[in-house]
């Protein structure tokens, strides 16, 4: 089944302890993202990837590192975490980035930072 | 800057009755415009996608939008809602497609029997 995983769905953490939430996909596509969701302000765009080994920030990028050593995976790595980063986030990926390829979007994380 | 503003917070509408979710957007070219659906407790699906051609697009569970340049919109329909079409819909404006994309803040729908 073509998918995109997320883990862990739920996570508590405290305030600078670092953690990594993993996303990976299994349709082969070239193009992933990480978005946060907050109430009232929608989805907004941390990083993306547009291959291996290429990253680009989004929208709101303080805070958080990516990585892109293989297709498959995505991970989103938050060095030392902080309360306004408690939201729920989601990965996503397409097969070309640039075009209106279809994104298809992880179940989501929901990251409470304490 | 790109910008995507979706006025409505909530809607209710009676099971039956048709559906326009409003979305305008900023954007200084030609824009890549999403509508995307998120169930509860679910990630998002795509809906229907525009980027040139015929401005009326027709996308999943009967939905369909309109591009209206002059007026910097690309509202969401559907003749008949369904009780399972309760969701918060999200409008989406793309630079260089879905490469990067900025969102509404989304409009939650209820509908009642």
């Known amino acids: 089944e073509a998918q995109v995983t997320q883990n862990p769905r739920y996570l508590i953490t405290v305030t600078g302890k670092k953690l990594t939430v993993t996303c990976s996909q299994n349709?082969?596509?070239?193009?992933m993202s990480w978005y946060r969701q907050d109430p009232g302000l929608g989805l907004r765009q941390i990083y993306y990837?547009?291959?291996?080994?290429?990253?680009d920030k989004g929208d709101v990028p303080e805070g958080y590192k990516v990585s892109r050593k293989e297709k498959r995976n995505f991970p989103l790595i938050l060095e030392s975490p902080s309360p306004n980063q408690t939201s729920l986030y989601f990965c996503?990926?397409?097969?070309?980035?640039?075009?209106?390829?279809?994104?298809?979007f992880g179940p989501g994380t929901r990251l409470t930072v304490l | 800057a790109q910008s995507v503003t979706q006025p409505d917070i909530h809607i209710t509408v009676s099971e039956g009755a048709s559906l326009e979710l409003r979305c305008n957007y900023s954007?200084?070219?030609?824009?890549?415009l999403f509508w995307y659906v998120q169930s509860p407790g679910q990630g998002l699906q795509l809906l229907l996608k525009?980027?040139?051609?015929?401005?009326l697009v027709q996308g999943i569970k009967g939905f369909e939008a309109e591009f209206k340049r002059s007026q910097s919109s690309f509202n969401l329909r559907k003749p008949s809602v369904h009780w399972s079409d309760a969701a918060e819909y999200f409008c989406?404006?793309?630079?260089?497609?879905?490469?990067?994309?900025?969102f509404g803040t989304g409009t939650r729908l209820t509908i009642i029997p």
């Open positions: 989406a404006v793309g630079r260089f497609g879905n490469e990067k994309l900025t």
């Open positions: 349709m082969n596509h070239e193009y």
């Open positions: 954007y200084g070219a030609t824009p890549y």
């Open positions: 525009y980027f040139s051609g015929d401005t």
């Open positions: 996503a990926s397409s097969f070309r980035s640039g075009t209106t390829d279809t994104q298809y």
């Open positions: 990837s547009m291959n291996v080994e290429v990253t």
